[in-house]
C-alpha cells in the first residue's frame, strides 16, 4: 500500500529500447515525487527485453510493475487495461500518468472511468498541492489553456510530449520489481487484422532535429518537392500542416497539429502555414521556428524567431542552394 | 414511412420492436448476428408504420463555437474561465461528429434502409441546430438531453447522460462520435460512454464497413493505417481522415420537419446524483503569451531572401 500521493506511470516499450517519452513521464513523476511525498511506481509494457526493464530502473522510481506482450505493436490496446488495473489496485496512486499518443489518449480514458477517476487528456502540466491535482492543457484548437482541478483522487492523466526533459539514467537505489502476468490480445474484444505502415525516407518526424513543414499555402502537392530537397540538404523530415493532408497532397502521417503528431525539433521551418492554433499545438515547442509565408500578416510570424515573406518557390530553392553552399565551404555536416 | 425487412433471425422481436413491446432491450449482440443472417436470407417485407431496423446507430454530437472561425474573434475572460465569443457568432455541429454522421450515413448507403441512426446531443436550447442539421442529412430521429443539473458538464457528467440515453434508446448496435470534441479538444467522453456500457472501442476510424461477422475499421495511426475487426454492440470515435462529408438534400430537408425529436431531462434518464456531479473543475484560462520577436529577413527579391535565411540561420549556429 502506498501513500496518499503515490504516482504510477504507465510505459510501454516496444523491442530493446525505452523510448524518451516514457522517461518524459518518469521526470515528471519524480519532480511531483520531489514536491509531495509518495513514491513513484512504473508499469511497464514490454516485449520481454531485459534491456527495458533495467533501463528504467536506472532512472529512479521506487517500484516497477512489468508485464510482458509477444507483439505489443499487434495488441489492441484494451488488452493492456486488465496489468494496468492490477498495477493500481497493488500501488493504490493518486494519479495516473501516461503519455498522450494513440495509446493513451485510448487507454487513460478507459481507465479513468473503471476507477471512477477524473480523466484529464494531453496535459502540457501537471502539479498537486495538498492532494489537490492540477492539470494544465491546450484547448479550442491550441488558442487558450485551461487548468482543471481535481479535489477528488485518483486522478488519469495524460501527458503530452515533450513537455519534460527525459530523465537521464543514473546511480539508484535499486527499485522494487514485481511481474504481472502476460499480456493477452485475445482479452481484446477488437482484433487487429493488418496494419500498413508508411515507409519513412529518412528521418522519422518525432526524432528529427530539424523539420520543413508546408501548408496550404503550397497549392499543390508539388510543393512538397521543393521542400523535400530542402529537407534532404538539412537532414530534416518533413511534415505538414492538416490541409495539405486532407487535399491528398501528402500522406496523413506528416501531419503535425492537433489532431497529427506532436513535434518538438530544435529548428522548424514552416512554409505557407498560416499558424492557426491547431497547427501550432503540435510545433509550438519547437525550439527555434522559421516562418516563409507570402502573406506578411499570417499568425505564424507571432510564433517565428525568423521570417520571410513571399513566394515559396522562390524562396525554398534559394535557400537550399545556399545551405548546400554553406555546407561545402565548412566542408563537413550543415 | 419506409418498409424494411421481417425475417432477421428473432422475427418475433424484430418485426414490431418499435411498437413497444421491446423498448427496454438493452444493447444486444444478437443484432450483428441478425444483420449476418439476414444478409443471406431472402428478404421479407413487412409493411408497418414503425418498425424496427436491422441495424441502429446512435451518433453523438456536441455543439461547439465555430471552430474555424475562433482565431479571429475568441477572447479569454480569465477571471471567469470562460471564452467571450461577440453575439452571433456561428455554433456548429463539432466537425468530428459531423465526421462521425456522415460515417453511419456511409453505412446506411452500403447496406439501405434497414440501418436506422440517431442522433443525439446534450446541450442548452441552442444545440437543438445540430440535431435539426443531423436529420436534414438522413438521420431518422434524435434525442436532445437538456437539464438544468447538466448546464456544465465535465466528461464525467457527460458520459453518463449520453451513455444513459443510448441505453434508453434500446436496441443500440453502434455508437459512433468523434475522435474529440473541437472546443476542448479531450476525447474523454465517448471513451467513458463505452466504459459505462461495457462496450469495445475503436478509436480515431478514418473508414467504417460491415464485415462478415463483424464492423471492419480503419484506424489511423502515428504511421500508418491499421485495420481492426469489432463485433457488434461496439463504439467507433471517427477522425478527419474519415474525409469529405455531404450536403443536405432539399427532400431530406423536408422530410427532416416531420422526423422526430425527443426532449429527455436527468430525470428521464434515471441519472443518479453521483453522476451529476462533475469530477473536474476550470479554475484557469488564458491564452499563452508569445514571446519571440519575428526578426524578419531582407533581401531585393524572394531568391535574395531566401539565400540570407540560409546565411542567417547558419550565423545562428542553427544549421
Not at chain 1, 482484433?191 to 520543413?212: M, N, P, Q
Not at chain 1, 512554409?271 to 510545433?283: E, P, T, W
Not at chain 2, 452500403?110 to 436529420?135: F, N, W, Y
Request: charged share 20%; with cysteine.
Amino acid at each position: 500500500m502506498s501513500a496518499r500521493d503515490a504516482i504510477l506511470i504507465v510505459l510501454e516499450a516496444e523491442g530493446d529500447m525505452l523510448p524518451a517519452a516514457a522517461c518524459e513521464l518518469v521526470s515528471l513523476a519524480l519532480r511531483l515525487k520531489a514536491e509531495n511525498s509518495g513514491e513513484v511506481g512504473a508499469l511497464l509494457l514490454h516485449e520481454g527485453a531485459p534491456a527495458t526493464l533495467e533501463a528504467l530502473a536506472a532512472r529512479g522510481v521506487d517500484a516497477i510493475f512489468h508485464a510482458a506482450a509477444s507483439a505489443l505493436g499487434e495488441t489492441p490496446p484494451e488488452a493492456r487495461l486488465a496489468s494496468i488495473q492490477a498495477a493500481c489496485a497493488q500501488f493504490n496512486p493518486a494519479i495516473v500518468l501516461l503519455a498522450h499518443d494513440v495509446l493513451g489518449a485510448e487507454l487513460g480514458p478507459r481507465l479513468a472511468f473503471r476507477l471512477e477517476a477524473g480523466a484529464v487528456t494531453d496535459c502540457i502540466d501537471v502539479a498537486m498541492t495538498a492532494g489537490l491535482v492540477r492539470c494544465t492543457r491546450p484547448c479550442y484548437g491550441g488558442l487558450a489553456r485551461e487548468v482543471i482541478e481535481y479535489a477528488q483522487l485518483p486522478v488519469v492523466a495524460t501527458v503530452r510530449s515533450g513537455v519534460c526533459e527525459p530523465a537521464a539514467a543514473a546511480a539508484h537505489a535499486a527499485p522494487r520489481i514485481q511481474a504481472l502476468g502476460p499480456i493477452d490480445p485475445a482479452a481484446a474484444r477488437v482484433r487487429v487484422v493488418k496494419r500498413e505502415r508508411e515507409s519513412v525516407e529518412g528521418v522519422r518526424l518525432e526524432d528529427a532535429r530539424v523539420i520543413v513543414a508546408g501548408g496550404r499555402g503550397l497549392d499543390g502537392a508539388e510543393g512538397f518537392a521543393l521542400l523535400r530537397a530542402l529537407a534532404a540538404e538539412l537532414g530534416a523530415a518533413v511534415g505538414a500542416s492538416r490541409v495539405p493532408c486532407d487535399l491528398g497532397w501528402c500522406p496523413h502521417s506528416w501531419q503535425i497539429g492537433l489532431t497529427g503528431k506532436t513535434v518538438t525539433p530544435e529548428l522548424y521551418i514552416a512554409v505557407g502555414i498560416s499558424g492557426a492554433g491547431h497547427h501550432m499545438a503540435g510545433c509550438g515547442n519547437a525550439k527555434t521556428i522559421v516562418a516563409i509565408n507570402a502573406d506578411p500578416d499570417a499568425a505564424i510570424f507571432r510564433d517565428a524567431r525568423f521570417g520571410v515573406v513571399g513566394d515559396y518557390r522562390d524562396i525554398v530553392p534559394a535557400l537550399t542552394q545556399q545551405v548546400r553552399r554553406l555546407k561545402q565551404d565548412s566542408g563537413a555536416k550543415p | 414511412m419506409q418498409t424494411t425487412i421481417g425475417n432477421i433471425g428473432k422475427p418475433s422481436n424484430a418485426a414490431c420492436g418499435r411498437c413497444g413491446h421491446n423498448a427496454s432491450r438493452e444493447i444486444n449482440s444478437d443484432r450483428l448476428l441478425a444483420w449476418i443472417l439476414q444478409r443471406a436470407s431472402a428478404r421479407t417485407s413487412h409493411r408497418f408504420e414503425q418498425i424496427d431496423p436491422a441495424v441502429r446507430i446512435a451518433v453523438l454530437i456536441k455543439q461547439v463555437p465555430n471552430p474555424d472561425a475562433l482565431a479571429a474573434v475568441m477572447r479569454v475572460d480569465e477571471r471567469a474561465c470562460r471564452i467571450e465569443l461577440p453575439p452571433g457568432h456561428p455554433l456548429v455541429a463539432s466537425p468530428f461528429d459531423e465526421q462521425a454522421l456522415e460515417a453511419a450515413l456511409r453505412l446506411r448507403d452500403q447496406r439501405g434502409a434497414e440501418v436506422k441512426i440517431s442522433a443525439i446531443t446534450l446541450g442548452p436550447d441552442s444545440a437543438k441546430a445540430v440535431l435539426k442539421q443531423a436529420l436534414a442529412l438522413g438521420a431518422d430521429d434524435a434525442v436532445h438531453i437538456q437539464d438544468a443539473a447538466l448546464s456544465e458538464p465535465d466528461s464525467h457528467t457527460s458520459a453518463h447522460a449520453l451513455a444513459a440515453a443510448v441505453r434508453k434508446l434500446g436496441g443500440v448496435d453502434l455508437v459512433l462520435t468523434g475522435r474529440q470534441a473541437a472546443d476542448r479538444d479531450a476525447g474523454v467522453v465517448a471513451l467513458g460512454v463505452a466504459e459505462i456500457l461495457q462496450l469495445p472501442a475503436v478509436t480515431f476510424a478514418c473508414a467504417i464497413e460491415a464485415a462478415a461477422g463483424a464492423l471492419r475499421v480503419d484506424r489511423v495511426l502515428p504511421d500508418g493505417i491499421e485495420t481492426v475487426e469489432v463485433a457488434l454492440p461496439a463504439l467507433v470515435t471517427v477522425s478527419n481522415e474519415l474525409g469529405a462529408v455531404r450536403k443536405p438534400n432539399l427532400r431530406e430537408t423536408m422530410r427532416a420537419a416531420r422526423k422526430p425529436i425527443a426532449l429527455w431531462s436527468a430525470a428521464d434518464l434515471a441519472l443518479a446524483p453521483a453522476q451529476l456531479v462533475a469530477k473536474a473543475m476550470r479554475t484557469g484560462l488564458f491564452v499563452p503569451r508569445k514571446t519571440a520577436q519575428c526578426e524578419v529577413i531582407e533581401g531585393a527579391t524572394p531568391a535574395e531572401r531566401g539565400a540570407a535565411l540560409a546565411r542567417r540561420l547558419h550565423a545562428a549556429g542553427l544549421i
